[in-house]
């Protein structure tokens, strides 16, 4: 079961000669594209579902569970297919003097730059799209700061002055939360001593007594880290508490105003394939990759293990939108400069402790070593806690005596 993947991909490719490298070479991506695009395709239309019953789950409601196929309901899980017929045969409304090209091209950038991030991701121990990219963490980050690019698109086309408005918005956002999220890799890269995905992985292999894993998440300077990513995972792409990019309560639907139809649904499509590669991201740096949680549970497939944990991820992210409310852009901004920036910064320093006393040897140096790492958490914690709340002063109520 773990090389079947890449045994039916060698079985495809030795159909073709073997002087066609060519075509071989060309037979082995398209192959790959597809499976990506199939897997997280389906996995894109089964999530929004899964959100939406969710949701309503929390709200103490049923949520979709009336679309029915040949007389077959399962439950509501074909409402993503009947969505998908809506948004493609509604019509595609371009406002007048709205710049055609760019209205058209900004979906598809969206869609385009959250795929390219998909595409470094370590699936398993012998499946990956590209597998032998030495910087394939600065590719990631490289290919998801293009989706910016896509949002003004879509605000600067639409020849609405609030729809540019709201994404210069969105850009100020995503330019505030880049800087955090980049800040907790480096401490990865650091102690792994590589840019490449599949090496961060394979630093976090082995396990104590074939039961704790060596994931980075189970030290203290990666538990601040995996929080952190976590926040800005969730600014990143635009969920809730951090959705005022969309806040269809405030701003109508912000840089999405001037789209319908099918448009409209490419957006959200690359906001949830997003969301996959960020969570992908994050199971690498942080949660192991492929490895398996416990030593007994090798013979699980690495792959299934990535893919469940990437659908855990996200359904943490939708649990985070079914509790929180939506901040306002100055807490947001404030929130990401004046404590996540700072904190992972120092967070910088807790891992350069931890990798100088890597060499520390015997079970009191060892819980030395653990307690000095995680007191230093804690104080930046409370510091930095202390000096963010210091800008929201107490309110104070003036009662009138007339």
Known sequence: ????????????????????????????????????????????????????????????????????????????????????????????????????????????????????????????????????????????????????????????????????????????????????????????????GTLSLTGIVEAQGGWTAGVLPHWNVFTPWGFAGAVIFHITALAECNRCPFDLPEGESEIIAGYLTEYSGFKYALFFMGEYFGMASLAGLGVTLFFGGWQAPCEFLTFIPSYLWFYLKIVVFILSFMWVRATLLRLRMDQLTRLAWKFLVPFALSNLGVALFWARTAEWAGFPLQAARWALAAVCIVALFLLFGRRFQKAFAPRQYVVSET
């Open 1 to 192: 079961m773990e090389a079947l993947p890449a045994e039916i991909l060698n079985g495809l490719v030795n159909l073709l000669p073997t002087d066609a490298r060519w075509l071989r070479w060309l037979l082995a991506s398209g192959v790959t594209v597809a499976a990506i695009l199939s897997v997280f395709g389906l996995t894109f239309a089964f999530l929004t579902v899964t959100e939406r019953k969710l949701l309503g789950r929390f709200q103490n409601r049923y949520g979709p569970n009336r679309v029915r196929v040949f007389g077959v309901r399962l439950f509501g899980f074909f409402q993503p297919f009947a969505d998908a017929v809506k948004a493609i045969t509604k019509e595609d409304i371009v406002p007048f003097g709205a710049d055609r090209v760019l209205h058209f091209a900004a979906p598809v950038l969206m869609v385009a730059c959250s795929l390219l991030g998909l595409a470094v991701l370590p699936y398993g121990r012998e499946l990956s799209a590209l597998a032998g990219l030495d910087a394939a963490l600065l590719y990631f980050f490289a290919a998801g700061a293009a989706s910016e690019l896509a949002i003004f698109m879509a605000g600067w086309a639409g020849n609405n002055k609030y729809s540019l408005l709201s994404a210069l918005r969105a850009l100020a956002q995503l330019a505030s939360y880049e800087l955090p999220l980049l800040l907790v890799a480096v401490p990865v890269v650091m102690l792994s």
